[in-house]
């Protein structure tokens, strides 16, 4: 075969690799969404229990994606779960914003969803959202659930 | 007594065999920037590895994402997870699927040709002359299909995941009828470009280290007859797809263990 030819298939293999690669990257995966560090500013947010909230979970505000969760960490002096979230710069949520982690649908990821409050003021980078929900845990409603049912069995045979 | 003398002996030959192939692998890695001088070399071979195995390698990852689908579409329903089926087929096929298929494709496409090639260059003492002219074949044969070898295995790799992906995708969202928004958001959310796409491509570069230089060694250490040949050709299919395997696991512990 023509050199030239060769070199123009091979040209057009290395681009067709390419272009798999980019479309993996673009369109299968999260890098056209919250990757870049430049245009998000980062806030933090204490919860007595984090439930299976993971770094890279999602962010939202009214169910929708405004970031992501860089991290959970344990703060050693309070014993509370501290999650970092990386909120992207165009949203600005109120100082006294609220924290919650939720569950999307029954069996879904857990996610981190903000309430906006109603200060003037904005968050701005390096803030600690105290004000917080902590997640389910299915364990603990079970327990209180059956030790309600057993108080009330107990105050009704008491009357 | 015999018994023990043959142990020995096997013992000894195996680890001799050992390190003849760590030897070949760095005097090949030692001849690579030579290679690289003389790029001519490695595009021609980049055609021969790479684009010679296009079509097995898109006709494979088609039917594999179809067949992927269609698989967990039935599973999946069954825990009203349908919704799901494109994080999953994305990240198995990304992760695993797309770099261990394409490496044991490319072991038995372009790896056997390598390994034929340069076992009947040297059963007809071409290798021998080269050296007799003062070219040494480790540059001039070797290395540039190694390098062609090295890169041709991610970018098969990424249209192999890719193209697999567009299969999952028309059979899910033509045939099944899955919300087509919904199939690709949820890959977004949930597939990382680093620590997946990017493992993977990571993967397929090791992958195509091992079956190269598997190829090379077995076609450069043949033994110097037409049934020589056919043995080495055997061997490498059996030996790299072995490597590859083994390789995967170890690859998959070290990146994916830690949540």
Redesign the interface.
Known sequence: ?N?RT??I??G???L??????L???L???????F?TSGDTYVVQARFDNVGGL?A?A?VRSAGVNVGRVTGVTLDPQTFQGLVTLEISKAMAFPKDSSAKILTSGL?G?QYVGIEPGGAVENLSAGDVITQTQSAVVLENLIGQFLFNRAADSGSSQGE | MNFLQWLGRRALDVLASWGHGAIFFLELLKAVPSALGRFGLVVKQVHAIGNRSLIIILASGLAVGFVLALQLYNTLTNFGAAESLGLVVNLSLVRELGPVVTALLFAGRAGTSLTAEIGLMKAGEQISAMELMAIDPRKRVLAPRFLAGVISMPLLAALFSAIGILGAWLVAVGLIGIDAGNFWAIQQNGVDVWRDVGNGVVKSMVFGVICTAVALYQGYETEATPEGVAYATTRTVVTSSLGVLAMDFILTALMFSTP
């Open positions: 075969m050199k060769t070199e298939l091979v057009l293999f290395v067709l690799g390419a272009a798999a690669l479309f993996l990257a369109k299968a995966a999260n890098l056209a969404s990757t993971k890279r999602a069996l990821d």
